[in-house]
């Protein structure tokens, strides 16, 4: 069977291998769709944390069982099933908790492990999800949603709050739409005007900023003063996750969403006057994805997934995901070739 791996920044080769013989925990899994995402990019650029080459990319997966044995969730042979790509333990002291989205001996796929670019995979069946009701780019795009999801509900979102989402990334438009649900009022902040476009036309986001040195300013007009009860970074850009506290009310929450490779510095007398909560959203759970799987409905799949190509072409169309002159907001690769 055909696959890629990313051998070393900014290279890819197109390889082929045996198809993987499957444990009696794991079912053989046809992938169909892939979506790209802000790790394969920063992966493939050399700037990913928890990373190693070579790696097989690629955990926003959308499949099909091939084989699979006797198991609780009642998956069968032609199943259609999103993947949950977070292998947890199930012993350390967060599964004991549940939280498994931040286990101390996770793999994910795609990052700690090899994920999803080629034709078969073998995965647990615990972390399959049956999604016969959705499409193929419908079920790809559950486990980004899910990022969204899961620091929403980190950070208690309730009906009524003005939050403030940093980033207008597919992490951000995902969590920006979840919120809508939730029944906040969003506040977009981007460099791109293009992307504040996007999440104004298609999310229906009231309140976009383009991030400057008057930012902060007028998010405290949109807000009365107040700023916003709760601030996402979804950039996970150094100079925007220390920024992020400036929107931010007194008595509020910050939530990391994006992920930096190094340090971060913030002002202690101005994190401590506002009594912040600073807390960081890594992954997701099963609660989190059925969260999406049940209001993806509400959301535009159609206008998310702005780029689509075969598996054969990636290689050849993934630099120019990298440039914003392409307008990418979701790439996703189809497998389902002859």
Known sequence: MKYIVCDEPNKFSLKEKDVPTRESNQALIKIHRVGICGTDLHAYAGNQAFFTYPRILGHELAGEILEIDDNPQNLKKGDNVIVMPYVSCGTCVACRQGKTNCCSNIKVLGVHTDGGMQERVAVRTDLLIKANHLSYEEMAIVEPLAIGAHAIRRANIESGETIAVIGCGPIGIGLMKLAQIKGAEVIALDVDEARLAFVKNEIGVKYTVKV???????????????????????????????????????????????????????????????????????????????????????????????????????????????????????????????
């Open 212 to 338: 400057s040195e008057t930012a902060a300013d007028e998010v405290s007009k949109i807000t009365n003063s107040d700023m916003a009860t709760a601030v996402f970074d979804a950039t996970g850009n150094k100079k925007a996750l220390e920024s992020g506290i400036d929107y931010m009310s007194h008595g509020g929450r910050y939530v990391l969403v994006g992920l930096s490779k190094g340090e971060l510095v913030f002002s202690h007398p101005a994190i401590h006057a506002k009594e912040s909560t600073i807390m960081c959203s890594r992954n997701a759970t099963l609660e989190d994805f059925n969260f999406v799987i049940d209001n993806l409905d509400k959301f535009p799949t159609d206008t998310f997934v702005t780029h689509k190509v075969d598996f054969t072409e990636m290689i050849a169309n993934f630099d120019s995901w990298l440039d914003p002159k392409t307008k990418v907001i979701k790439a996703m690769v189809n497998f389902n070739m002859q």
